[in-house]
């Protein structure tokens, strides 16, 4: 069974960090490319970062440019994201989701969600003092 789980996520104060994980199971993730999407109440879901599989490259939706890193390690079958500098609007549902690179060779912030294949079932990042 392909399935995606997040952790990580939780409580912190205003410019703390967090790293969320997004482990694979059943499935080899490096062969997909990752996305880091997020959802808040009352709001649609919008592209937070993501990393390529075919060149590694990583993309970043400006409002965290700067303060997230999306890393993977392979061989863990994860992809982080690293958030620094939190603030209170980043609170929201985190979720990851996965797309076969034999499927689509690129990926950018322009892929939407409807492209990926795989989703988690999110992690909860609340951003308050």
């Known amino acids: 069974q ?5 952790s990580g996520g939780g409580l912190v104060q205003p410019g703390g960090s967090l790293r969320l994980s997004c482990t694979a199971s059943g499935f080899t993730l490096s062969l997909y490319s990752i996305g880091w999407f997020r959802q808040a109440p009352g709001k ?17 939706a400006d409002f965290v ?3 997230f890193t999306i890393s993977r ?4 079958n994860t992809v982080d994201l690293h ?3 939190l603030k209170p609007e980043d609170t929201a549902a985190y979720y990851c989701a996965a797309v076969d690179s034999r499927r689509v060779t690129k990926v950018t912030m322009a892929l939407g969600p409807s492209e990926y294949e795989y989703w988690g079932q999110g992690t909860q990042v609340t951003v308050s003092s």
């Open 44 to 60: 649609e879901r919008e592209g937070v970062s993501c990393i390529s599989s075919s060149d590694g490259n990583t993309y970043y």
């Open 65 to 67: 440019k700067g303060r």
């Open 2 to 6: 392909l399935q995606l789980v997040e």
């Open 73 to 76: 390690d392979n061989a863990k």
């Open 83 to 85: 958030m620094n500098s």
